[in-house]
């Protein structure tokens, strides 16, 4: 079974430094994607950014990027420079294959401080 | 616009009553995704679709049914047996293949009373 971790319930950051959040995990599969999604208290779901296992570059998407690590079975997000508006849960998550399957780590609530 | 649409926003229900969340896609995709949130909580899956007519279960199946007659369309009803239905429910969908990203709905939360 597939299996996402994030280890860190909560973070907290200063305004305009870099974060990141932590995100592990575990397939047989050699065929899968891993996404990052931010929720802010309204509740929406905000598509951030999408690696995929066989891509040999890290993604990125203006001050995100995805460090992927595929030995080590991690594909952390780094957020550069945060604002304000970054403070949200940020959730990542896996398709595996050609299953449409997608599933979600438990989050971790990011704060940024003025 | 693009997008979807779930109906009602806010729901409340008492105990031993069915009933139906709408969920509806005008993106043309072809597998959507019942998906549910309780406070601080991720996101676990109920079912997912893959194509009109066909639909698995997803890890918290159990007091929740679906059906997909249509590709634009993806109900939720939460039956009487689902013993704690209070939460946070997001319909999503998705294109072809394993990349790209899910678009969400704006979910609908059910307070059972």
């Known amino acids: 079974a597939q299996k996402i971790t994030q280890t860190q319930p909560g973070m907290f950051v200063q305004e305009k430094e870099a974060v990141t959040l932590d995100c592990t995990y575990d397939t047989s599969d050699p065929s899968y994607g891993l996404f990052w999604y931010k929720q802010p208290s309204s509740g929406e779901m905000i598509f951030l950014i999408y690696q995929g296992s066989y891509d040999q570059q890290n993604a990125t998407e203006g001050r995100y990027s995805l460090n992927f690590q595929k030995a080590r079975k991690s594909a952390n997000l780094v957020i550069s420079a945060s604002q304000l508006g970054d403070s949200a849960m940020y959730f990542c998550a896996m398709m595996r294959g050609s299953n449409y399957k997608l599933t979600f780590g438990k989050g971790t609530l990011l704060t940024v401080n003025p | 616009d693009g997008g979807i649409t779930q109906s009602p926003k806010y729901l409340f229900r008492k105990e031993g009553q069915n009933v139906t969340l709408s969920c509806e896609q005008n993106l043309n995709h072809d597998a959507m995704y019942w998906y549910r949130q309780d406070p601080g909580q991720g996101l676990r899956l109920i079912y997912y679709?893959?194509?009109?007519?066909?639909?698995q279960k997803g890890d918290i199946a159990e007091g929740y049914s679906v059906s997909r007659e249509k590709k634009e369309s993806f109900p939720l009803t939460v039956t009487s047996a689902q013993k704690n239905p209070t939460a946070f429910y997001l319909c999503?969908?998705?294109?072809?293949?394993?990349?790209?990203?899910?678009?969400f709905g704006e979910g609908s939360r059910l307070t059972v009373l």
């Open positions: 999503a969908s998705k294109g072809q293949g394993n990349t790209g990203e899910l678009f």
């Open positions: 679709s893959q194509i009109v007519n066909d639909f």
